[in-house]
């Protein structure tokens, strides 16, 4: 699934150049494993699958958002547009 755009400049570099500058040191391995797998995905159902990763869907006035679990405080977040299999606004945050 193609990642369409980014909402964290970090992730954005780490993607495209490979660079760490931006993001946590200790998540850059995680974070190209995540990657590499969103890349891989086909189906947004895939997701259900990933129990190491925490992954879940957001409640509330951020329903439609996934969520997958970095480190213990930090999550990648996105939204999936269905319409086209992309994977948009991916951030990484600490929502807790």
Same mark, same amino acid.
Do not use: C
């Given at each position: 699934?193609?990642?369409?755009?980014?909402a964290?400049?970090?992730?954005?570099?780490?993607?495209?150049?490979?660079?760490?500058?931006? &993001?946590?040191?200790?998540?850059?391995?995680?974070? *190209?494993?995540?990657? +590499?797998? #969103?890349?891989?995905?086909?189906?947004?159902? %895939?997701?259900?699958?990933?129990t190491?990763?925490?992954?879940?869907?957001?409640?509330?006035?951020?329903?439609?958002?996934?969520?997958?679990s &970095?480190?213990?405080?930090?999550?990648?977040?996105? *939204?999936?547009?269905? +319409?086209? #299999?992309?994977?948009?606004?991916?951030?990484? %945050?600490?929502?807790?």
């Amino acid at each position: 699934m193609k990642i369409r755009n980014f909402a964290h400049k970090g992730l954005k570099r780490l993607y495209i150049d490979g660079s760490g500058k931006g &993001v946590p040191p200790d998540t850059v391995e995680k974070l *190209r494993k995540v990657f +590499a797998y #969103l890349d891989d995905m086909e189906d947004p159902d %895939e997701l259900r699958s990933l129990t190491a990763w925490k992954s879940h869907t957001l409640t509330g006035d951020r329903r439609g958002t996934w969520s997958l679990s &970095v480190t213990r405080n930090l999550r990648l977040t996105f *939204r999936i547009d269905a +319409a086209e #299999l992309q994977i948009i606004d991916l951030n990484l %945050e600490d929502y807790h």
